[in-house]
């Protein structure tokens, strides 16, 4: 039976697959799409997210919620255009939703969801932590009614994407990521040193492409995010990959460990500090600072590296099973 789900996003084409590579699947049960603001403003993500839902066919069961109206402490990112186009989607205008507005915002969506599916629920969230932040602010009790909490993000063991040591969503809100990994959540983190290893490129655009109509709107977006990396090896599925370890982490290799983030310095704002857990050869880190010292009582699955399961092949089949229209 199809798992309960909540996917916040910051939709962003990465994002907008992500959501029709979750469909694709068949696993969950997507009981809302909560937006944030990221790769562009807050209000956009929601329009986005809203013409996202029509053009993937489920405007009519799953609420669309509108997100955080910026992050924690810090302005908002506003210049997303060279990997995502100005409004998010690449070069398209998509319809709009013909759903009501909810009026309910993504944190409240989030908390009522934690109650309604308490144990069950996975969170699985590819924007800046914002939402997941506030919503454990709001209740801590948050983190222990989630069963797990998935979230593309960070860089453990590589360099970073926006700056040279930070990722962009723990960059964009690093004080939420740092409010999220220190909450007791379960959580896995799935950051640049994995989605840098599962890449689609031309051979994957051609299988869309060939796909005809139904596949028309997810090849233009994956072409256009393609052409923005200019990698011969092709763009990595950051979003989509952590949509997967969702359901298996053996598109990874993870390990146990803690997270701190950077909140304190504009130089390395947003690094993700990983600091490894081994029950065998325990070494302790950072004994001269008790208050990073007793951090490490918290602990995640960090991944670090692409699994054995091949990635890249499951988001294409999954999306050929999840036809979009404009
Ligand atoms: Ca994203």
Redesign the pocket.
Known sequence: MPAPIVLD????I??AV?LQYLLGTGLWDLKAYTTVG??VPSEQTFRNGRALARAFGIDGGVPVHRGAGRPLTRLPYSAAGEFHGAAGLGTEVLPDSTAPEQTESSTQALLRLSRAYEGELTVCA??PLTNVALALSEDPGFARRVKHLVF?GGAAEVPGNITPVAEF?AWADPDAVDLVVSSGIRYTMVGLDATHGWRFGAKELEILEEAGQDMALTARLMSFYLNAYRADEGCPL??PLAVGVCADESFVTAAEGTVVVECASELTRGKTVFIPYDADYPREYYVESPLVNARTRHRGRIALGTGPRNFTEDFVDALLKRPGTV
Do not use: V
Request: no cysteine; glycine share 20%; charged share 25%.
């Open positions: 996003s910051d939709p962003g990465d994002d992500a990221g790769n590819t924007g593309m969503n950051h979003d």
